[in-house]
């Protein structure tokens, strides 16, 4: 399968073919979903904390005696019953929400995403993005450009707009496309599929070296 290649201009260059190995995979949606619920445990740092009837501040003393006073039978102010007691069931900060996720799952997941945005026509490549310096108002006039191809006019949305991968770490490239809320950029080598899920279109630099990293991943 072939796709087209444009410049930061907005200009059709050249075209590349597509490994079937990385674009040309089947939809799985419990791959898709494992890897990725699995990935966001794995990120999740449980802040929240509730104290048990044992860990609340108060008098171990029984409030009345258990008969003759024709009030309900309590043993403690600490009970979740009352005011200022425990937390019955609430949430616990030492809770571990990790998850294990073989190489294997998580390389095949993002080339089914890979996959499947491809088919959807929301991956552009672009020969190369290029800001000679840490210019924001560059920046916005490349995606502008971009914006105009034909399918990609989502890419002045105002949220997760794209996620731009980059075939190395430029410095001035980085700090151009910082400040937009709705896009983010990276490394091609660092892809994984929580950063394509979270936004609709990905932009890939230099395709005919990203791909190469990308196939990569394979052999590892």
């Given at each position: 399968?072939?796709?087209?290649?444009y410049?930061?201009?907005?200009?059709e260059v050249?075209?590349?073919?597509?490994?079937?190995?990385?674009?040309?995979?089947?939809?799985?949606?419990?791959?898709?979903h494992?890897?990725?619920?699995?990935?966001?445990?794995n990120?999740?740092t449980?802040v929240?904390?509730t104290?048990?009837?044992?860990?609340?501040?108060?008098?171990?003393?029984?409030?009345?005696?258990?008969?003759?006073?024709?009030?309900?039978r309590h043993g403690s102010?600490?009970s979740?019953?009352?005011?200022?007691?425990?937390?019955?069931?609430g949430?616990?900060n030492e809770?571990?929400?990790?998850?294990?996720?073989?190489?294997k799952?998580k390389?095949?997941a993002?080339f089914?995403?890979?996959?499947r945005?491809?088919?959807?026509?929301?991956?552009?490549?672009v020969?190369?993005?290029?800001?000679?310096?840490p210019?924001?108002?560059?920046?916005k006039?490349?995606?502008?450009?971009?914006?105009?191809?034909?399918?990609?006019?989502?890419?002045?949305r105002?949220?997760?707009?794209?996620y731009l991968?980059l075939?190395?770490?430029?410095?001035?490239t980085l700090?151009?496309?910082?400040?937009?809320?709705?896009?983010e950029v990276?490394?091609?080598?660092n892809?994984?599929?929580l950063?394509?899920?979270?936004y609709?279109?990905l932009i890939v630099?230099?395709?005919?070296?990203s791909l190469?990293?990308?196939?990569?991943?394979?052999?590892k």
């Open positions: 399968m072939d796709s087209k290649i410049n930061q201009t907005g200009k050249g075209t590349i073919k597509l490994p079937g190995d990385v674009f040309g995979l089947k939809w799985n949606e419990t791959l898709v494992q890897v990725a619920v699995s990935m966001m445990g990120l999740r449980p929240a904390h104290k048990n009837r044992g860990e609340v501040a108060g008098t171990g003393k029984k409030p009345w005696k258990q008969k003759g006073t024709g009030r309900a102010r600490r979740p019953l009352w005011v200022g007691g425990g937390v019955t069931h949430p616990r809770k571990d929400y990790s998850r294990k996720v073989n190489k799952m390389v095949k993002l089914t995403i890979l996959s945005k491809n088919k959807e026509g929301e991956i552009l490549f020969d190369s993005l290029i800001v000679p310096g210019k924001t108002r560059e920046a006039t490349i995606i502008s450009s971009l914006s105009k191809i034909k399918g990609f006019g989502g890419l002045t105002n949220r997760n707009a794209a991968a075939e190395n770490k430029k410095i001035p700090k151009s496309f910082q400040n937009f809320g709705n896009l990276g490394e091609v080598r892809l994984n599929p950063d394509i899920l979270k609709k279109y630099e230099n395709p005919e070296k190469g990293l990308l196939s990569a991943k394979l052999s």
